[in-house]
C-alpha cells in the first residue's frame, strides 16, 4: 500500500512503500540517503536554529539509527554529496 512503511526481516523501518497494491511487485523509497541531509529542527530548543542530520543526532544520542557505520558520505567531482552503503550481509 502506497505510503505504508516496508521493513526489513528483523522489522527495523528501511523505507515507505511508493507503488504496490495488487501488483506483484513494491517499489520502496528508502530512507539511508535522507540520513545526511542537512536539516534545522524546530525541537528540541538545544537544537533549534542549528544546522544538524539525521547521522549527527544519532551519533549524540538523540536518536538511534542501526548500522550508521555502513552508510558512508562522499563528495562527487561536481561537488555533490553522494552516499555509498558498505554492508556485510
Same mark, same amino acid.
Given at each position: 500500500?502506497?505510503?505504508? %512503511? ?6 527495523? *523501518? ?14 520502496? $523509497?528508502?530512507?539511508? !540517503? ?9 525541537? !528540541? !530548543?538545544?537544537? #533549534? ?5 539525521? #547521522?549527527?543526532? #544519532? +551519533?549524540? %544520542?538523540?536518536?538511534?539509527? +542501526?548500522? *550508521?557505520?555502513?552508510?558512508? !558520505? ?11 552503503? $558498505?554492508?556485510?550481509?
Amino acid at each position: 500500500m502506497s505510503g505504508g %512503511g516496508a521493513f526489513d526481516e528483523e522489522g527495523n *523501518l528501511v523505507g515507505v512503500i511508493a507503488t504496490g497494491v495488487g501488483d506483484e511487485h513494491s517499489f520502496v $523509497s528508502l530512507f539511508w !540517503p535522507a540520513i545526511y541531509t542537512p536539516l534545522e529542527p524546530k525541537w !528540541p !530548543p538545544l537544537l #533549534a536554529g542549528s544546522g544538524t542530520s539525521l #547521522a549527527a543526532l #544519532a +551519533r549524540t %544520542g538523540f536518536c538511534t539509527i +542501526r548500522n *550508521l557505520d555502513d552508510v558512508i !558520505p562522499f563528495t562527487a567531482e561536481d561537488g555533490t554529496t553522494m552516499i555509498s552503503i $558498505s554492508a556485510d550481509p
